[in-house]
T-cell receptor, first 115, second 109 residues
C-alpha cells in the first residue's frame, strides 16, 4: 500500500516554543492531507483539511493561528504548533489522499510533549 | 456534517470466534467507508474498505458489509487470533473523513 511518513515520531518542547511536524506522501501525489489529534483512549479528531496550494480548512474550535498548516507541495504538509502549552501535548496524526473518493492513508503519528 | 456512530466500544471474544463491529453514518453523500486498525502508539492502518457502489467485500478473514439505505456498515472478523487485538475505527467520507469512536477488541487465547 501507499506510504505516508510523519516526522518526528516523538518530540518534546518547552512551553512557549513552536514545533513543526512534517507529513510526506512517499509514493503518490497527495492533493489533500488531513491532520488529526488523538487523546489517550479516544478517537481521532479532525483538526483541519488541507489541499495543495490552498489555505487549510479548520474544524470548528481549532485555532488556526495556533495550529499552522502548510501544504506547499503534492507530497508535503506541515503542522506547526505555535506557542505550545502543556495542554497541547497529544498524539498528532496526518493522512493523505489523491482526492475525494480515493483511499486515505495515515502516517505513523507524532507524539508531542510540552513541558 | 457527517456523524459516525460505532458500537460496541469494547468487545472481548475467545480465539477462533467471530467479531462484529457496527457503524452508522448520517450523510447520505458519503461514498467511501474504510476500516482502520490502530495499535497502541501507532497510526491507524487501513485493513479493508468499501465504496458505496458495493454491498459486501471480503479479504481473507475480514469482511465488510454496507447497507446504503439504512446507512450502516459492519466489520466482520472470523477465526479471530490474539494478534487481532487492537482498536478498530470505522470511518465515512465524502470530502473529509469522520471516524467512529472506536472499538477496543480483545481476543483471548
Amino acid at each position: 500500500g501507499a506510504v505516508v511518513s510523519q516526522h518526528p515520531s516523538r518530540v518534546i518542547c518547552k512551553s512557549g516554543t513552536s514545533v513543526k511536524i512534517e507529513c510526506r506522501s512517499l509514493d503518490f501525489q497527495a492533493t489533500t492531507m488531513f491532520w488529526y489529534r488523538q487523546f489517550p483512549k479516544q478517537s481521532l479528531m479532525l483538526m483541519a483539511t488541507s489541499n495543495e496550494g490552498s489555505k487549510a480548512t479548520y474544524e470548528q474550535g481549532v485555532e488556526k493561528d495556533k495550529f499552522l498548516i502548510n501544504h506547499a507541495s503534492l507530497t508535503l504538509s506541515t503542522l506547526t504548533v505555535t506557542s505550545a502549552h502543556p495542554e497541547d501535548s497529544s498524539f498528532y496524526i496526518c493522512s493523505a489522499t489523491q482526492g475525494s473518493g480515493n483511499t486515505i492513508y495515515f502516517g505513523e503519528g507524532s507524539w508531542l510533549t510540552v513541558v | 456534517g457527517e456523524n459516525v456512530e460505532q458500537h460496541p466500544s469494547t468487545l472481548s471474544v475467545q480465539e477462533g470466534d467471530s467479531a462484529v463491529i457496527k457503524c452508522t453514518y448520517s450523510d447520505s453523500a458519503s461514498n467511501y467507508f474504510p476500516w482502520y486498525k490502530q495499535e497502541l502508539g501507532k497510526g491507524p492502518q487501513l485493513i479493508i474498505d468499501i465504496r458505496s457502489n458495493v454491498g459486501e467485500k471480503k479479504d481473507q478473514r475480514i469482511a465488510v458489509t454496507l447497507n446504503k439505505t439504512a446507512k450502516h456498515f459492519s466489520l466482520h472478523i472470523t477465526e479471530t487470533q490474539p494478534e487481532d487485538s487492537a482498536v478498530y475505527f470505522c470511518a465515512a467520507t465524502f470530502n473529509d473523513m469522520r471516524f467512529g469512536a472506536g472499538t477496543r477488541l480483545t481476543v483471548k487465547p
